[in-house]
């Protein structure tokens, strides 16, 4: 599984990360690394994670993401939002 990712800013100045393929746990440090260096580039701006083009969510994987947002969101100025969360996807953020 391989997930891929594009990063743009909004008219509103968020930052934008669309992502596509499939998040298990191989991809969950590099990815939380990845956010807070974007989080630090971009300190004055928010980062909405597209999820429209996920297709898997390893339950192993999805436990840290949500973490790492929730450290971001609670330390940070600025915030992490999700865009897009599939209904068979919701259920499982909404667990942890």
Request: hydrophobic fraction near 40%; charge should be positive; charged fraction near 30%.
């Amino acid at each position: 599984m391989s997930i891929k990712s594009k990063i743009s800013i909004d008219v509103n100045g968020n930052v934008v990360l669309e992502m596509q393929g499939g998040f298990d746990y191989e991809y969950s440090l590099p990815l939380n690394t990845e956010l807070k260096k974007l989080m630090d580039k971009h300190s004055n701006s928010n980062i909405i994670i597209d999820l429209n083009e996920i297709d898997f969510v390893g339950s192993s994987w999805i436990s840290d993401f949500v973490q790492a947002i929730k450290d971001i969101n609670e330390t940070r100025g600025n915030k992490v939002k999700l865009k897009n969360v599939k209904s068979e996807f919701k259920r499982v953020f909404k667990l942890y």
